[in-house]
């Protein structure tokens, strides 16, 4: 019997190890990290099981994303 796969994680460690934000230091680093993460994870993107979860995911990734780009806005 073939086992599920395991759904997408909505821990926001797991999501910001996934979002690799170490380096980003611009704003359109930010810009571009919130793109390729929209490309695989956005609810429009996966199939209809899981877009609930996506919506989470999309929701926790957002915010972090943004906390960084103000931190580094503010930076100059």
């Known amino acids: 019997?073939?086992?599920p796969e395991p759904l997408p994680s909505t821990n926001p460690e797991d999501i910001a190890a996934?979002?690799?934000m170490a380096n980003a230091r611009w704003p359109k680093d930010?810009?571009?990290?919130?793109?390729?993460f929209?490309?695989?994870n956005h609810p429009d993107k996966v199939l209809p099981h899981l877009r609930d979860r996506a919506v989470v995911r999309m929701q926790i990734?957002?915010?972090?994303?943004d906390r960084e780009k103000r931190k580094a806005?503010?930076?100059g």
């Open 73 to 75: 806005i503010a930076r």
């Open 30 to 36: 930010f810009d571009r990290i919130r793109r390729e």
């Open 1 to 3: 019997m073939e086992m």
């Open 38 to 40: 929209a490309l695989v």
């Open 18 to 20: 996934e979002l690799r």
């Open 61 to 65: 990734a957002n915010m972090m994303i």
